[in-house]
């Protein structure tokens, strides 16, 4: 069935459809709707869950921490200023390989005050061990947050799930919404092998030496590189039950292209319009779309990146002191692999500033004509 | 209270409760074996940093009999209700949750937390062995330090000069079921209040006298002489709180002067005449409007055996 709905309800019906048992989460705009609309789902008895209604963010992920635990599905969203107030938790999430699924509504971080998009606030979480993705679309939310859930409960990873506040998360569009019995089908109730038993009493997360730290570190980073194969296992299951098909990576357009751009979000859709326009008028240029940001999606970029394509990246965020953060983690996948592709960095749409097809345009042409000069950032639409 | 309250599983006597990696005379393993021994088998753990985290063993060892949670350290409150939630929702709602948190997790960082979940009137039993100072990170004041008290971020000539924080009052302000204080010097009565907590729904909350030698600066022989002593000077009165209104207070002490107490350890040391004749007479008023709490609502006094 279709029907036309937010981007925050595409997420709460996904919520819904997971059949998740424990909800916890704290209003934020642009994520409030939300737990307003989890909160009524579980009102009516059409989802049966506990939703605890906590006191703050910290204490939400905490709340799944101990949920998670028991071996229960669990689910929080949250935007900026909540995101960083999890900060510390997220690493108990992840060091505790608990598949915790969150959505983060991007939304730029104070100081100033603003509740206006941009995804600083998850990539500076970037080395939490949370998987995330970035969508672009409901529909995307929608099958990204039942997916999330399959990926983090095989990988024992927890997963976020990204999309960009009041551009996507209060748009409205039309949505195929799954048939439980499919969702059923696709998404069995989680079998946990470790969790709080009282018939079989263990300890977790206890104090920990140097003798042992470190290999659970590395079962963690091994955990991520087993990532896009069970990524790529599970979309393909979801293809042949829904008919829709993801990947890390998402190209148009980009096999004779001269520019190609990179982008996530609704950037990325903004910049597909402006690619389609170009090419009405001859221009070559093409986009590859990231959509996945942990594991950092290596492989499928290499496999796209060429040396004789002009690339842009596109950052909705800053990292003050260095730039982009996707233009640098670009940048370190080419050198470790010894592949010389320059890349321009392009820093837009902070705060919610508009990027708009005019922008995309014209950041295509000047990456087409750049002469080799890649070392300045370049700011999109920056008064004077 | 009734005897009759305490079950006699003896757990703990089965199940040993060695090999943890606390200082010879530590109350809280003291407070830890005979809570457990009230609450059985069918218990699960949830402690923030703290002693109690430390020295239930460093991993893979492991002392806890019954499942054991870790939480960061301002997390203790939020991740019981968590487990709280998981359980119900995966059909053991007769588990015991509790919570177990030194002072510095429970009225200091967890306090936000600890409001919440007690408002929520979360099934859960919070127990903070009260130890009156962040003792794992090496003794620095938490609000929970009285004043007059050494610590190594009130040292001598700065010592600690506030009051201790009432969490207690705190507590039966949330109107929650069950608010009580127990020590290890009465034994009886701390078992009998766990039975009852444990025999109520709700959020139920205990606050235990915990003596720490390092800490106090005391003898490890003397935790339980002490922890006596602050009973019987009034220091730590020994009470409970129902639905945040019927006060009894648990125990008629002999009001022994709070010199006494105060001497026994050397976070004390530094005190003058006078500043131990200022704590008795704060000490009075308080305890004075405890009973005068407790009068009001009915006392019910509770034989406890010398030893
Ligand atoms: C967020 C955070 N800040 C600080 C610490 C360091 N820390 C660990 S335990 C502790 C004090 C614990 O005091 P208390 O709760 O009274 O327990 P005790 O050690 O006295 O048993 C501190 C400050 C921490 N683990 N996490
Ligand atoms: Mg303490």
């Given amino acids: 069935m279709k029907r036309v709905i937010s981007g925050n309800e595409a997420a709460s019906l996904a919520v819904k459809l997971s059949r998740v048992q424990v909800i916890s989460a704290y209003p934020i705009t642009p994520q409030t709707t939300i737990a307003e609309k989890l909160s009524e789902l579980c009102g009516s008895g059409e989802l049966d869950a506990k939703f605890v209604k906590v006191e703050s963010e910290h204490s939400a992920m905490a709340t799944l921490i101990g949920a998670s635990s028991t071996g229960v599905r669990t689910f929080t969203a949250t935007s900026a200023q909540g995101l960083a107030l999890m900060h510390e938790l997220l690493f108990w999430a992840s060091g505790a390989r608990l598949p915790i699924v969150l959505v983060d509504v991007n939304r730029a971080m104070a100081a100033p005050w603003t509740i206006w998009c941009d995804q600083t606030d998850s990539l500076a979480q970037r080395d939490t061990g949370f998987l995330q993705f970035y969508c672009w679309s409901n529909q995307e939310i929608l099958d990204s947050v039942i997916c999330a859930f399959k990926i983090a409960e095989k990988l024992l990873l927890p997963c976020m799930v990204c999309y960009d506040g009041f551009y996507i998360s209060h748009t409205h569009e039309a949505v195929e919404i799954p048939e439980q019995s499919d969702v059923d089908k696709f998404l069995p109730p989680r079998d946990a092998e470790y969790r709080l038993d009282t018939k079989d009493p263990r300890t977790f997360s206890g104090g920990t030496l140097p003798a042992n730290f470190m290999e659970i570190r590395y079962k963690l980073q091994k955990a991520f590189e087993k990532a896009p194969d069970v990524i790529n296992t599970t979309y393909g299951e979801f293809d042949k039950l829904f008919g829709r098909s993801y990947s890390a990576v998402e190209p148009y357009y980009t096999d004779d292209a001269e520019a190609v751009l990179l982008a996530s979000g609704s950037a990325a859709s903004t910049a597909f319009h402006a690619i389609r326009k170009m090419r009405q008028s001859g221009i070559k240029a093409g986009l590859l779309r990231l959509r996945q940001f942990r594991p950092f999606p290596e492989k499928e970029l290499l496999s796209y990146l060429k040396p004789n394509i002009k690339y842009g990246v596109l950052d909705r965020d800053l990292s003050p002191g260095t730039g982009g953060v996707i233009a640098q983690e670009i940048r370190a996948i080419l050198n470790r692999n010894n592949v010389r592709i320059d890349i321009n960095e392009f820093i837009a749409g902070l705060g919610g500033r508009d990027i708009t097809v005019d922008n995309v345009t014209e950041i295509l042409l000047k990456v087409r004509d750049d002469k080799g000069d890649k070392l300045q950032i370049n700011w999109v639409g920056l008064k004077n | ?307």
């Fill in chain 2, 1 to 307: 209270m009734d005897r009759e309250l305490l079950n006699d599983n003896d757990f703990l006597r089965d199940s040993g409760f060695c090999g943890h990696t606390a200082c010879p005379g530590c109350g809280e393993k003291i407070l830890l074996r005979h809570v457990l021994d009230v609450l059985g088998p069918e218990t699960v753990i949830a402690a923030p940093a703290g002693c109690a985290a430390v020295t239930d063993g460093i991993f893979p060892h492991t002392v806890s009999p019954v499942p054991f949670l870790h939480t960061a350290f301002g997390a203790v409150a939020s991740g019981a209700a968590g487990v709280r939630a998981g359980l119900d929702m995966s059909g053991r709602e007769n588990v015991t949750v509790l919570a177990w948190a030194g002072d510095g997790a429970t009225f200091d960082i967890g306090l936000g937390p600890l409001s919440a979940i007690a408002e929520r009137n979360e099934n859960i039993i919070y127990v903070c062995y009260d130890n009156e100072a962040y003792m794992n990170t090496g003794v620095q004041r938490s609000s929970a330090t009285p004043s007059g008290s050494w610590t190594t971020t009130t040292p001598s000539g700065r010592l600690k000069s506030e009051p201790k924080k009432n969490i207690d009052l705190i507590m039966a302000s949330h109107k929650i079921p069950y608010v009580a204080t127990a020590s290890p010097a009465f034994l009886d009565d701390l078992k009998m209040k766990v039975a009852k907590a444990k025999r109520l729904t709700g959020f139920r909350f205990l606050r235990l006298f915990s003596p720490c030698p390092p800490g106090w600066k005391s003898d490890p022989a003397d935790s339980i002489t002490l922890a006596r002593l602050a009973v019987e000077s009034n220091i730590f009165p020994l009470f409970e709180i129902e639905d945040g209104e019927r006060w009894s207070l648990s125990y008629e002490s002999s009001g022994v002067p709070v010199a006494r107490y105060l001497k026994t350890q050397g976070r004390f040391r530094y005190l003058s005449d006078d500043d131990m004749a200022r704590i008795q007479r704060e000490t009075d008023r308080d305890y004075n409007r405890l009973k005068s709490l407790h009068q009001y609502n009915g006392y019910q006094k509770i034989v406890v055996e010398e030893q």
